[in-house]
């Protein structure tokens, strides 16, 4: 069953590289004019400013930090890459800790050419090397499956079952999952393992946008909720009935959104949130 319409924005988080051409000062002050509740941080958005100053400004704005985007690129071809990636996810944790934001989301990464059984062992093995920093800072870490079209070098994790099951391997409250319809709106098992994850109490993140047809270019042409032919609030619906009440986070990568007037378009992702969400 389709969820109802939102009817406010108090559950609407918006990514910060979905307005990438603002700074991160900038975009704090246009969400919160917006009526946008929560704020996901990448952290090029962070690049030259200290963590827990940026966090402060976003909480004294009234904003939710939901997230910080993004940890993972766990598998390497060889241990020096490896014990590097470990590296960069352990100060993610960090910077996740200073800014405030209580995840951190992965992207968990693949090597062409590396058989994928490879590198979801890799993955397996970086989370495992990093849970004792999330304990001790006491940060969550989210397993994002990535669509299929990415699996060559972006993420060995393509399915919410993938994921699903190397978190039951983990075995840790803190390792979960975010479901992002991008990524996982064509597969036939999304609303069982969605219901798998929610069982096991994690499901920590929701991630929205559309997919276009065509689309130009695989990375950065997703589209407005609304534009594409993802069923975004039957997927909504699942997700509420297996009992998430988190935010509803909008993360848009487009060349085309980027190029026009930001505030334009962030009144064009209002209106679609709560049209199409
Ligand atoms: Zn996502």
């Not at 951190?104 to 062992?121: F, T």
């Not at 001790?136 to 990415?150: D, F, K, N, S, W």
């Not at 991630?207 to 032919?229: F, I, Q, Y």
Request: net charge negative; hydrophobic share 45%.
């Amino acid at each position: 069953m389709a969820a109802s319409p939102l009817l406010d924005t108090s559950r609407l988080c918006v990514h910060t590289i979905t307005t990438q051409p603002w700074p991160v000062e900038e975009a704090i002050e246009r969400y919160v004019q917006a009526g946008v509740a929560g704020m996901t941080v990448w952290r090029q958005a962070l690049t030259g400013r200290d963590p827990a100053r940026v966090g402060e400004q976003i909480r004294a704005a009234g904003l939710s930090i939901v997230s910080l985007c993004r940890g993972g690129f766990f598998p390497a071809p060889d241990p020096a890459g490896r014990q590097a990636a470990i590296a960069d996810n352990r100060r993610a944790i960090e910077e996740a800790a200073a800014l405030g934001a209580p995840l951190v989301v992965l992207v968990c990464g693949a090597v062409p050419g590396q058989p994928l059984e490879e590198s979801r062992r890799q993955i397996k093995e970086g989370i495992m090397a990093v849970l004792p920093d999330a304990e001790r800072y006491g940060v969550r870490l989210a397993v994002e499956p990535l669509h299929p079209m990415y699996a060559d070098s972006r993420s060995a994790i393509n399915t919410l079952a993938q994921a699903n099951d190397i978190c039951a391997e983990l075995a840790s409250p803190l390792v979960g999952v975010a479901v992002d319809v991008y990524h996982l709106w064509w597969d036939p098992h999304l609303e069982a393992e969605i219901r798998r994850c929610a069982q096991a109490r994690r499901l920590f993140a929701f991630h929205v946008s559309d997919w276009k047809t065509p689309t130009e270019d695989l990375l950065n042409d997703r589209g407005l909720m609304g534009e594409g032919c993802i069923p975004i609030r039957q997927i909504r619906g699942w997700v509420e009935e297996a009992g998430f009440s988190g935010f509803n986070e909008v993360e848009i990568f487009s060349n085309k959104y980027w190029a026009m007037d930001q505030q334009e378009f962030l009144q064009a992702i209002k209106t679609a949130y709560l049209r199409h969400v």
